[in-house]
C-alpha cells in the first residue's frame, strides 16, 4: 500500500469479499535529495486507510533489495546510454519478488496490489492470463509484462476491473482517507525537478551523484557533420526532441547514442523508424508465442500498441515505427492478453 | 493485565518488548490519580491548591535517594529523549567545545551529539565502548585546544542490553581532562542495576520512568554541582526546575516515577533473579531448537535481554508472524514512518546489514510470567521453522 488512492482500494475491495487482509507498505527508498516516495506521509496515509477498514498494517524495509535490484540498474543503464525502466525492474524483484517471497514465507495466499490490470484464470487449465485493466488510460499491463504465471498465481489486481472514476467513488463512499489524494507521476524515487531546475533536472542531480556525466558530441545522421554539444550523453534518450543542437532545421530527434564515443546521432523522424525490434530477456506469462505468431507490442508505459509478428528474438513491425529506446521494454499483447515480454536491444 | 483485545489475538500472549515500554506498576497508577483531578493546581502558584501540588514535588527526594543525588539535582523532563538533549544541548551551550559520545548509544544521544558536530567513539565487537579511543580521542582534543566538554555513555544498551564500563569510562575522560562532564544515559538501566552505584561519578543522568513501571511522558535528568554551573536550559519560558527545564511540572508523572524507582529499586534483587532464570530458559530454548546466537555475551548484559540472531531469517518477518500469535517483540530501532532500519548499533558492533536484518530484540521484565516464555518459545520456534521453509505450510 503505498498511500495512493488505488491500493486503498484494492485493499477496501477484497476486506468487503471478505477476505483476511492485511495491509504492508513497501520501505524501498529513503533520503532527503529523494521524491518524498516511501514517505512518513504516505505510511501515515496507508496506515488511516488500513484503521478505517479495520486491518493490521505493516511497513516492510526492502530498501537493500531495491539499491541492487532497481537503482543500481537505472544508474548503470543511463551509463551505457541506454533507457532504463525502474518500475518494470521494481515490479519483477520487489512487488512480485521479495514482497511475494515474504507473503508465502508469513504464509499468506497472494499479494495484492492497485495496480489497473487484470489477472483471470484460463477455463480449461486454470493457469492466470494478465490483460489490460478496464480503464484503458490508466492500464498499467505494460509495467507488469514481464510477470510470468508463477508469480500471477499468486498475485490479485482488484482495482483492475474498475475505472478510476469508480475507484476514486469506492474511496469516497468508504470514506478512505486517501480518497482525493493525486496520482503518482514519474520515477518515484527520483525528484522530478532539483530544487531551481528545470524540466528533468531532478533525473540529472540524482544521476550525477551516482556516476559521471560526460559531454557528448551532436553529429547528423545525413552527413555525419557535428552540430554541436549535450552536456550529458547519458541523460539522451533516442527519440528525444528536446534540448538537443538540430542544425538550424525543426524537428530533429535522437536517433542513437554511444556513450563509450560520446556521441549522439540526430536525424529527422522517418530516422527513427524502425523495422523491428531485437529483444533480449524475453520472458513468457504462459506459453511462448509460435515462431511468425501475429501480435501487437507495446515499447512505452503509454506507448501506442502496433501490429507485429513474434520470431525467435526479435518483432518485426507491419508498418515501419517508431524506434523502441534500448533499455525499454516492449510488452508483447494478444488482443487485451499480455503474452510476453522482452528487452530491446 | 491482557493488551487491548481489539489488537491482539484471542489466546495466550506475551508482552516481551519491556526495552520499549514498560507497563504502569498499579502502585504507581495508585499514586499519580489524586494529581490528576483532585490536587491538580500548577505548583507555582501562590494558593492552597498550588502548595499541596509543589509538596507532591517532594516526590524528587524519594527520587533522589534511588539514584543517589541530592534532590535538588533532579530535573524534572518529559521523558528521556528530552533529558538527553538537555544534557548534550545545555552543556554544550554552556562550554561549546568538543562532544563525545559511544557509537551504540540511543539516537536520543547521538541526534543532538551529531547536531554540535560532536564526535562518536568506536566499541568491540561485543558493543562495549572502546575506552582506548576514548583517551586517544580525549587526549586528541585536548592537544588540539580544546577540551572535551561532554563526554557521553549510557548504562545499558536499548537493544543489546549490554551494560557499559560507565566508571572507568568516567577514569578514562577525567584522566585526560578533569573539567570534562561525563553524562550517561540510564533509560534502560534503573529495572536491573543500581544506578545510584553505577552513575555515583556521573554529572548527569538520564532516567526513564516508563522503561521501570512508570508513565509515559515523564522523565529526570540528574544534574549534579559542576555540572549546574555550565548547563544552560534548551527550551524557555518560565524559571521551573532550577530554571534548566521551563514548563509546569507533570506532578502526577512525578510522583508516579518516583513510586516506580522506589519498589523497582527495593525489588530488585529478586527481580533480577527471576526474570534472568525466566530469559535463560527462553534463550537456551531457542538455541537448543533453532540454532538462536546470541550476539553479546549473557554475562555482559542485563537480566531482562534475551537479543537474539536467527541465521536464515529475516528479523521483520519473525516479528510479524509472532505478533500474529500475540508475542511481542521487536527489531530495535524504528524510523519516523515506522520501517524497521538496519540497527546503527549492530552495524557498530562491526555487522553487515544482512546478519543485522537477522536480529530479534526480546526484552522480558518484572512482570513476565513463566507462562508467557513457554508462549512464546512455542510461538518463535515455529515461526522460526516456518521461515526457513521459505513458505507456510498449507492452512
Redesign the interface.
Known sequence: MSGGVDSSVAAGLLVEDGHEVVGA?M?LW?GASDSGC???A??RDA?RVCDQLGVEH????F??EFTASVVEPYVAEHAAGRTPNPCVECNRHLKFGALL??A?????AAVATGHHARVERSPGTGRPRLRRGADVAKDQSYVLAALTSAELDRVLFPVGALTKAEVRAFAERRGLATAAKPDSQDVCFVASRAPGGGPSSGRRSFLEDRMELHPGRVLDAATGESLGEVPAVELVTVGQRRGLPAGGRRRRFAVAIDTAARTVVVGDEHDLLAGEVVLTARTWVGDPLPVGARCTVQGSAHGRPVAATSLADRVRFDRPSRRVAPGQLVACYLGDEVVGSGVAC | MRPDPATVPDGPSAYLDHAASTPMRPEAVEAMLPFLAGTFANPSGAHGPSRSARRALAAREELASVVGCEPDEVVFTSGGTEADNLAVLGAHAGRPGPVLASAVEHRAVLAPVRAVGGTVVPVDARGVVDLDAVRELATGARRDGGAVTLASLMAVNSETGVVQPVERFCEAVRAVDGDTLVHCDAAQALAWLDVSAATSRCDLVTLSAHKFGGPKGTGALVVRGRAARVLRPVAHGGGQERELRPGTQNVAGAVAMAVAARLAAAERDATVRRVAALRDRLADGLADAVGALEPAPRALRVAGSCHLRFPGVVGEELVLLADREGVSTSTGSACASGAREPSHVLVAMGWDEASAAQAVRISLGATTTAAEVDHALRVVVRAVRQLRLGAAPAR
Open positions: 507498505t520501505k529513503g516511501c514517505s512518513a504516505d505510511v496506515r505493516h511497513v516492510f524495509n530498501t537493500t517471497e515474504r508465502a514465507r508469513l504464509g499468506f
